[in-house]
């Protein structure tokens, strides 16, 4: 497997599904005004308005700006898990995880709140930060850290006359912008944030390790065929440009072994490859088919 | 005009000399801060005035209320000067002697206006009645009443030269005014009314305007309103409009308002005819006087008021003096006695505050005045209306935030529909046999919503997001989607530019090689793209400075108008029809029948049934919405009978389209009218082919795959087995495999030998 990820959305439909509800739900909600469906907290919506519907949506959509955008930011960062599991069995994992934490995180507030005589944690977190969080543990376990940086700052950080003071220095990973991207989220919401992100990432670490179960049996009925209808038919697009590249003289000579276990994910680079090798002989074919989004490109193109 | 660093500076500074304006309080001359100095000094001196007034006492040297009706009528060119010699400024009593109102008014207003409420205090009303209340006025009297003389200090007079420094003193009276007159009277019977009341519950003590803080210490029971009042005749040659400042008795129901000029200080009257009419006990009139008392010190002192004044307020003030009739106003609202008191602080937070709290706002009655009167003191004018009512403020604008996101989905069907007809129509052939015309009417119809929902937007600050949402998609819309679909029609017809009308439907069947000579010159597709844009924003902001302007026109030329655009606007097909005729489109049974692989592009109908059909009805949904719909949003009169007449021009329209999808374009012209096409499939003679010098061969060479074409020749027995549809023949005589030209044809409608124009297949 390619050690980069490979460019742009198209290999992660279930990546670029969440992404876009992300951003679209809150957007439709702000602009019907419709925001506070999604704001969630103890008192008054539960205790006094009994709104529990409210417990099953405070994941669907952020109230607050920064959210939205820091959440679309994850849900990039995560694409490396749909590559890991696949997309059927990703959005199966997050659907499972959005109703562990769901259970989870309500049925620990009802706790504290009905325990408690005072209410000393009122509010939800908004969006889908749980699902994120627990997601998070799975990143962390499936993929391995590839390189390691130190950024080193030129100069000790207290006066250079104390003796203990060393040189300070940075040590990054190539996954620091994830987790700092993860730890903004959590403090953006302020304690509620930090203590849900908790319960969420432990929820992620019992479902890994089987306590909650699932992850490897319970899988989204319909949904094969409502989402990954499209990949399919790109999929036999891939093997018939393959077939295609087999075919040309100037591609003959080249080791396609090696590339062919590329071809599932990859299959942006071979398509572009395909383009410019097919581009000498464009007359065979008729005026190709233009789906609507590269016509919408097109009219900023030409 | 080269952009440099000087040519910058220069636009900067004319920039600066369009948007600067004397800042702070507007003053710009010495006669004119020796205005607003007089203006202060004078409201001050009444303002004390008022501090020592007292319930039982009458108003001394307040401008405007220096007479009583009284004093008119004993003596009807008396002066208002104070004091005047004999009357009692002591006492007041709540008749003619002492107020502005005569006698008939006043018990009136006790019978008719505010008779709801009792000592008691029994009915609730609601705390906040931000709407916009509509109804009938009617006339009562215009001449029973003798009008009061109310003079127009002299000092605010603008000045009549420049070396002017101080204002003149004294008064004047209004038969010193040049224009008096105009609007001093109300002379329909029936008329248009719209109240629209918004709360003043922070003022700012700064002329900026920031800081606003709350004034109001009996919020509970008092509150400052800001009405303005319209009304109108049915056709609106009548319009009297005023924007004074209301107190509102939350207890009562009651609210009473004064307008406010220069020649009506009314601000400190309010107190004293808050209890008019009577049906109270003599100490309520007390508490009602020093409450309302320090509801306007609360004002006063809050918003700064003397020091707040500008220029424009002391225009304004002068203007409505001069132009209208100053009017006392008298309205009683009716009471919700369904809520309480905790319901209705529910109910007002989720208003104004939206939570999803359990309320149920939609059985929220409207804000509704069961009776109100008028009357202007100084035109003796009396008008009276019952029920006048409105939604509250915030309801109204929810429902105009729905109407728009259904407006925004149907940018988005548009938006679809043109996709897909820019995709049915990829070839410059196909492109060519649209009308130009016909999506310039839609592009203008497009580009002028965007800029009116633009416009909105900066109005209604609630409604920003939605506006601008749909102010962008519909621009989207019309000036990158319409404008670039609009260049490429443009370029495609670019070669039948000056050609006569007969020659198109000839279809360049001639050798009129002259004339394709002369139009050789194809502008490309940038320089195209330029003047189209260019065109369409000029063509934009004339059209919306119209429509904007249309608005305020009086209503039968405003009508006109409007029927006259949209009638035209919504002819959007007429254009295409007539693009079809000349273009010569093939019945549909015929097209079928030829549909074979060699000219499979030559027939397809120009535009989508799909885009046809979706387009008008997306365009006219809206019309029959403000035309039906009796409560609309724009308060738009009601009109079904156009709305019938608009539908059967559209399917007339349509109709007449379709039968030439299945008729052929050119049906309804007489046969011999219909001249044949260029037919680019036909044989050659032996003379045309020696100048391709493959006459031996009976062959010429395709110049685009430069291998040689088989050609049917007339003279040679043994070509005459070729197919005369595999190679096609310019009127430029050049020769071409049809599929080789066919191709082309796709991307420039050129000779690819020698440019001259070629006529679409």
Redesign the interface.
């Known amino acids: 497997m390619s050690v980069d990820a490979p460019a742009g959305l198209s290999a992660f439909p279930v990546t670029k599904f969440a992404m876009v509800i992300t951003g679209l739900i809150p957007l439709l909600a702000a602009i019907s005004s419709y925001k506070y469906v999604f704001y969630t907290s103890y008192s008054p919506f539960l205790s006094e308005y009994h709104q529990y519907y409210k417990l099953l949506i405070f994941q669907l959509a952020a109230v607050n700006e920064t959210d939205v955008i820091l959440l679309i930011l994850i849900w990039y960062q995560l694409r490396n898990l749909e590559r890991v599991m696949g997309s059927f069995k990703y959005i199966s994992v997050i659907a499972l995880t959005y109703i562990y934490t769901t259970i989870l995180i309500s049925s620990l507030n009802l706790l504290v709140n009905w325990t408690i005589p005072w209410t000393i944690w009122n509010r939800y977190p908004t969006g889908t930060l749980p699902v994120v969080l627990a997601l998070f543990h799975f990143y962390k376990e499936y993929t391995p850290q590839v390189y390691e940086f130190n950024v080193l700052l030129t100069q000790p950080l207290f006066s250079s006359e104390d003796k203990g003071n060393k040189q300070m220095e940075l040590k990054l990973n190539d996954q620091f912008l994830l987790n700092s991207l993860c730890f903004l989220l959590c403090l953006n919401q302020g304690l509620v944030g930090i203590i849900c992100g908790f319960v969420s990432w432990l929820c992620g670490v019992f479902m890994e390790k089987g306590l909650l179960p699932g992850v490897d049996t319970f899988r989204l009925p319909f949904i094969n065929k409502l989402l990954f209808n499209r990949v399919n038919s790109r999929g036999s697009h891939v093997v018939r440009s393959l077939v295609q590249i087999s075919e040309d003289p100037h591609h003959m000579g080249q080791d396609n072994g090696s590339r062919t276990p590329l071809l599932a994910n990859d299959s942006n680079t071979i398509l572009g490859g395909t383009n410019s090798s097919l581009g000498d002989e464009e007359n065979t074919g008729d005026e190709p088919i233009r789906p609507l989004g590269v016509q919408f490109l097109d009219t900023f193109r030409r | 005009m080269e952009i440099n660093g000087n040519t910058l500076i220069l636009i900067v500074l004319i920039l600066y000399l369009f948007f600067s304006s004397p800042g702070g309080n507007g003053v710009s001359s010495k006669y004119e801060y020796n205005q607003i100095e007089k203006l202060k000094d004078h409201l001050s001196s009444e303002y004390q005035t008022f501090q020592k007034m007292s319930f039982r006492d009458n108003f001394r040297n307040i401008t405007g209320l220096k007479l009583s009706y009284q004093d008119i009528i004993t003596n009807p060119s008396i002066n208002a000067t104070y004091p005047i010699a004999g009357k009692d400024y002591d006492n007041w009593i709540h008749n003619q002697t002492y107020e502005l109102l005569p006698d008939e008014i006043i018990q009136k207003i006790s019978t008719k206006v505010w008779n709801v409420s009792d000592n008691n205090l029994t009915n609730f009303y609601p705390p906040n009645i931000t709407s916009t209340l509509m109804g009938q006025i009617n006339l009562v009297s215009n001449n029973e009443y003798s009008q009061l003389r109310m003079p127009v200090p002299r000092y605010f007079e603008p000045a009549t030269d420049f070396a002017q420094d101080d204002p003149p003193e004294g008064d004047s009276y209004f038969t010193d005014w040049p224009n008096y007159g105009e609007l001093h009277n109300v002379t329909f019977q029936k008329g248009e009314l719209s109240i629209q009341i918004t709360h003043i519950n922070k003022v700012s003590d700064t002329i900026s305007g920031y800081g606003k803080k709350f004034f109001n210490s009996q919020d509970e029971n008092w509150k400052l309103l800001r009405l303005r009042i319209e009304f109108f005749d049915k056709l609106e040659s009548e319009k009297h409009t005023m924007n004074p400042i209301a107190i509102y008795d939350i207890r009562r129901g009651r609210i009473l308002s004064m307008s406010q000029s220069s020649k009506f200080h009314s601000l400190f009257s309010l107190p004293h005819y808050m209890s008019v009419g009577g049906g109270l006990d003599k100490g309520d009139d007390e508490t009602i006087f020093n409450e309302t008392k320090a509801l306007i010190n609360d004002y006063w002192n809050g918003s700064n008021y003397i020091d707040t004044l500008t220029m424009g307020d002391l225009d304004t003030l002068y203007d409505n003096a001069l132009s209208k009739c100053e009017y006392t106003v008298f309205l009683q609202l009716a009471p919700w006695n369904q809520f309480d008191k905790d319901q209705m602080k529910k109910i007002d937070e989720e208003l104004n505050w939206?939570?999803?709290?359990?309320v149920n706002l939609t059985k929220l009655p409207p804000v509704s005045i069961q009776s109100g009167l008028l009357y202007s003191p100084d035109c003796g004018v009396e008008l009276q209306f019952n029920d006048a009512s409105g939604v509250r403020y915030e309801l109204k604008v929810?429902t105009i935030?729905?109407h728009i996101?259904l407006g925004?989905l149907l940018f988005a069907g548009q938006i679809y529909l043109l996709?897909c007809q820019?995709?049915h129509t990829?070839?410059p052939s196909s492109i060519n046999k649209i009308s130009f015309y016909s999506f310039s009417m839609i592009n203008l119809v497009d580009g002028s919503l965007a800029t009116l929902y633009l416009i909105a937007s900066s109005v209604l600050p609630e409604l920003y997001?939605?506006l601008i949402?749909s102010s962008f998609s519909s621009f989207i819309l019309a000036s990158?989607?319409e404008t670039?679909y609009l260049i490429s029609i443009y370029t495609s017809q670019a070669n039948e530019r000056g050609v006569s009308i007969i020659t198109l439907l000839r279809g360049n069947a001639e050798n009129n090689d002259e004339e394709r000579v002369t139009n050789a010159d194809i502008p490309d597709d940038a320089s195209i793209g330029a003047s189209l844009y260019g065109r369409f924003f000029f063509s934009l902001i004339i059209f919306t400075f119209l429509i904007l302007s249309s608005t305020s026109w009086p209503r039968k030329i405003r009508m006109t108008f409007e029927y006259i655009c949209i009638i035209i606007l919504n002819s959007y097909w007429v254009p295409q029809i007539f693009r079809n005729v000349i273009k010569g489109l093939a019945p549909r049974r015929e097209r079928r029948r030829n549909n074979s692989p060699i000219n499979r592009r030559q027939h397809q109908t120009p535009l989508l049934w799909k885009f046809i059909i979706g387009t008008t009805i997306i365009r006219t949904v809206p019309i029959v919405y403000v035309f039906t719909y009796s409560s609309n949003i724009f308060r738009h009169h009601r009109d079904p009978r156009f709305v019938v007449f608009l539908s059967l021009w559209l399917l007339f329209q349509l109709s007449i389209m379709y039968s030439q999808d299945i008729l052929g374009a050119r049906w309804f012209l007489p046969q011999h009218s219909i001249p044949e096409g260029y037919i680019y499939f036909k044989p050659v003679s032996l003379a045309h082919l020696a100048k391709h010098e493959g006459a031996s061969k009976h062959t010429a060479d395709c110049a685009i795959c430069m291998s040689e074409v088989p050609v049917y020749i007339e003279e040679a027995e043994e070509t005459h087995n070729i197919d005369q549809h595999s190679y096609m023949v310019t009127p430029c005589d050049h020769i071409f495999h049809t599929d080789c030209l066919e191709?082309w044809m796709?991307y420039k409608l050129q000779c690819p030998v020698c440019r001259t124009p070629l006529p679409p297949i």
């Open positions: 939206p939570l999803g709290r359990p929810k935030r729905s996101l925004l996709l820019m995709q990829n070839t997001l939605p949402l990158i989607f670039r191709n796709g």
